[in-house]
């Protein structure tokens, strides 16, 4: 058919998107348990002395391999997380901390420290899943008060809401001297990530297959809510589903390690130039990607200063941000 | 058969669709005209349960919309609308196949394939079909729309707008299609029109709006008659008989 050429052909091939995502993902897995191994081998410890049950084979077990599989949880969900988040909000430059959701969490967190100290951490949790829960549907309620939603103005929404919730929290904060647990909630550090301490991180992968299952409810959703109440799906069902999934796996992951801020921001925008957004398809990858960086930026982390460490959640906010510049910039037609 | 009963919608004081009722027959195509602000989007918003109504009813095949579960709704009847901005990065085969998504809830089985294949062959898409929605022109893109609502494959489909920025080949290119929807596969076809001379050309049936209420309804030989477009659009033209279709000439 003699159609006008589009403007910009991304992707000249015609080749079917789904090997495209299987090739994708049979490059990512070896690459992600690579930088797996590499993980468990960095550190300041020796694990020369004797690996059959000497210091070494503890070191390995009490604290590289959790670190290890803490950093692929919480990478994993919350670049989900991220995905989600965009689909809801319709726009691609939200994720749990660009919405007001992490902060959220990070306020439910110093309440019950004041108010419950002695609530086991997967209580603590819990509240901070509600308190972001609230904070992710304010947002989204204010969103749907903005007439003209630009593109970038969804985002902005997002911070300043973040913001405010941050400032209270941490005038709080001051007043009874918890600064310090506050820095530890929103910027993940796993250096103290030992057996025992990461396991909460767990119901983040759940979550994670919760998502996956119910992947082409949130894709229907990213198709806006004309088109999804077209095809029969229970809009506001759907909506308070990836908000629960969201709310859950960002405050499991700031009550455990610290948020990582921009992953979920990152990963699903890589991986839609390249293949697409249909979730039952590209979740896995979406997964597999946000395990790998967090795995990566953790590496440098550790290898830069050696032996002292750089947070992860500083190594990732300066890519993030310089990523998320360059995002915003060449924005190409379908972010518009 | 569409029944519509009082259906009333109002922002603030103003009612945009102030008690319309109508009956639209099963099968053919019918075009809604009226100028701008007369309710016509409204009301195929309301018919099509996007939009709550705040008061009357709207039976489809005597399933009232308001009340029918939604995946239920979704296999009698589908919505084009006009401004299909969607976030999610979609090939045109991924969009058409979520046109099966009342049926299979995105587990496409061997039928729902064949009906993709072809919906998007049918609408000429076929070369395009790992292409992404934003690698296509204008007009591909309407087509992969309407391909969607091909393959949700109700009895009754309507069209907001479908010709709205399309150029003269593809306007006439997508009304022919949705005209083969009625003739081809015995769809009952409802569109939103604002060329008047589509709406002569193409329909069965013509229904004029007017302040958001029913002014006019009829055949094409009924309605294309310069009193009648005097009094919906208060706009003096002459109507000339071309072969068989009734061409009005508004310009001058």
């Known amino acids: 058919m003699a159609t006008s050429r589009p403007r910009k052909a991304i992707h000249r091939s015609t080749g079917a998107r789904k090997d495209r995502t299987m090739k994708s993902l049979l490059i990512a897995v070896p690459v992600i348990l690579l930088l797996a191994v590499v993980s468990v081998l960095t550190g300041v410890g020796s694990l020369a002395s004797g690996l059959d049950g000497g210091r070494g084979w503890l070191l390995i077990v009490e604290s590289r391999v959790p670190r290890t599989l803490a950093l692929m949880l919480a990478g994993t969900g919350l670049a989900v997380a991220g995905t989600i988040m965009q689909m809801l909000a319709r726009n691609r430059f939200v994720e749990p901390s660009t919405a007001g959701t992490a902060e959220s969490a990070a306020l439910g967190m110093l309440m019950t420290m004041i108010f419950a100290p002695t609530l086991p951490v997967a209580g603590k949790m819990a509240v901070a899943a509600l308190t972001a829960l609230a904070g992710t549907a304010l947002f989204l309620k204010i969103l749907r008060q903005i007439p003209l939603r630009s593109v970038l103005m969804v985002p902005l929404v997002g911070i300043m809401l973040g913001g405010v919730i941050s400032a209270v929290t941490t005038f709080v904060a001051y007043r009874y001297d918890m600064m310090q647990s506050m820095g530890t909630w929103m910027s993940g550090d796993f250096s103290g990530v030992l057996r025992g301490r990461y396991e909460l991180l767990w119901i983040a992968f759940a979550l994670t297959l919760i998502a996956y299952v119910t992947a082409a409810r949130f ?72 395990a790998g960086l967090v795995l990566a930026c953790d590496i440098v982390g550790r290898m830069i200063i050696a032996p002292y460490e750089i947070p992860v959640g500083t190594v990732m906010g300066v890519i993030g941000s310089v990523v998320f510049l360059y995002l915003l910039l060449s924005r190409r037609t379908h972010a518009s | 058969m569409i029944e519509i009963r009082d259906v009333t919608k ?7 669709v102030d008690r319309v009722s109508m009956t639209l027959p099963a099968g053919g195509l019918t075009s809604i005209i009226g100028p701008n602000g007369a309710g016509k989007s409204t009301l195929l918003s309301i018919v099509s349960r996007l939009m709550p109504m705040d008061g009357g009813q709207v039976l489809v095949d005597g399933l009232d919309v308001s009340t029918t579960a939604g995946d239920v709704l979704a296999r009698r009847l589908s919505i084009m609308r006009q401004d299909n901005h969607i976030t999610a990065r979609l090939s045109v085969r991924d969009l058409v196949s979520f046109g099966r998504y009342p049926y299979s809830k995105g587990r496409l089985t061997a039928d729902d394939v064949e009906h993709i294949a072809r919906s998007i062959t049918y609408v000429g898409l076929g070369a395009f079909e790992h292409r992404f929605l934003d690698e296509l022109s204008g007009g591909q893109r309407q087509r992969a729309f309407i391909a969607m609502v091909l393959c949700q494959d109700t009895d009754y489909m309507l069209f907001d707008e479908p010709l709205n920025n399309l150029d003269m080949k593809h306007a006439v290119e997508t009304m022919k299609l949705l005209r083969r929807l009625a003739d081809d596969f015995g769809k009952t076809v409802v569109v939103v029109l604002h060329d008047i001379n589509f709406a002569s050309t193409y329909s069965d049936r013509i229904v004029a709006m007017r302040d958001g209420r029913l002014a006019f309804e009829g055949t094409p030989e009924d309605m294309i008659e310069p009193a009648r477009l005097q009094a919906i659009f208060d706009v003096d033209c002459r109507v000339h008989a071309v072969g068989d279709t009734r061409l009005v000439n508004y310009f001058e």
């Open chain 1, 219 to 290: 894709t229907v959703i990213g198709m806006g809510e004309d088109i999804a109440r077209n095809v029969g799906l229970d809009y506001n069902k759907v909506v308070t589903l990836g908000l629960c999934i969201v709310s859950m796996v960002t405050a499991t992951v700031v009550a455990t390690v610290g948020m990582v801020p921009f992953l979920g921001l990152i990963v699903p925008n890589i991986i839609s130039l390249v293949v697409g957004d249909n979730l039952r398809r590209t979740l896995p990858l979406i997964a597999a990607t946000g």
């Open chain 2, 10 to 16: 109002s922002y603030g004081s103003s009612a945009v």
